[in-house]
């Protein structure tokens, strides 16, 4: 079974628009951390958000949140205010207590429209 | 601070050649790891180094192998390049393992077996 699941592999979103990507995941640990991850065309990796199993709260970092409705298993990114620097690939990603790595979704191409 | 440094960015090997990535990072992390990222299938694990002496097979492991050469550099070698390996490689490093921190990741090194 997939770890993470991105379904959207491809989001157009209007100049100063909210957007929303989805992420589902699996595990069965407790303990467990989701991450976000920019890619814009220049390739590199850019961390954006993080969201801990235990925290009570939604993660918010600038126009960045994070949906995160653990009993659905899903952890879903909204961007505010969309702008044009926001075309890029996005990947969500997962860590467990009991192990060592990062499990990555496919990933969404998001497109922002002038 | 340089964070992740991944040498080559750019290689083409031809079939059968062998070849080594470099990468080093200067963020005192336990744990590295070496990525390959394909169009639509998101980044899998080919290798990590939890601590310095130790290495584990990710996901896709098959045609390299790797190198914890000391606390700061981890190598990936394909022994005998196939043009299924044509891929993006990254790498990363990361604090002990615990869910709350993220991965840092290196530039990206753009290989093509031809």
């Known amino acids: 079974a997939q770890k993470i699941t991105q379904t959207q592999p491809g989001m157009f979103v209007q100049e100063k628009e909210a957007v929303t990507l989805d992420c589902t995941y699996d595990?069965?640990?407790?303990?467990?951390?989701l991450f976000w991850y920019k890619q814009p065309s220049s390739g590199e990796m850019i961390f954006l958000i993080y969201?801990?199993?235990?925290?009570?709260q939604n993660a918010t970092e600038g126009r960045y949140s994070l949906n995160f409705q653990k009993a659905r298993k899903s952890a879903n990114l909204v961007i505010s205010a969309s702008q044009l620097g926001d075309s890029a690939m996005y990947f969500c990603a997962m860590r467990e207590r009991t192990g060592n790595q990062f499990y990555f979704g496919t990933g969404t191409s998001l497109t922002v429209i002038p | 601070n340089a964070g992740v440094t991944q040498t080559p960015k750019f290689q083409v090997l031809k079939t059968g050649q062998s070849m080594t990535l470099q990468c080093a990072q200067d963020m005192n992390h336990n744990s590295m790891y070496w990525y390959r990222q394909d169009p639509g299938m998101g980044l899998r694990l080919i290798y990590y180094?939890?601590?310095?002496?130790?290495?584990d097979k990710g996901e896709v492991p098959n045609g390299y192998n790797v190198s914890r050469l000391n606390k700061r550099e981890f190598s990936l070698r394909l022994e005998s390049a196939a043009p299924s390996q044509t891929s993006v490689y990254f790498c990363a490093s990361s604090e002990v393992p615990t869910v709350n921190t993220e991965a840092f990741f290196g530039q990206g090194t753009r290989l093509t077996v031809v």
């Open positions: 180094s939890a601590s310095e002496g130790t290495t």
């Open positions: 595990t069965s640990d407790p303990s467990y951390g």
């Open positions: 969201q801990g199993s235990y925290d009570q």
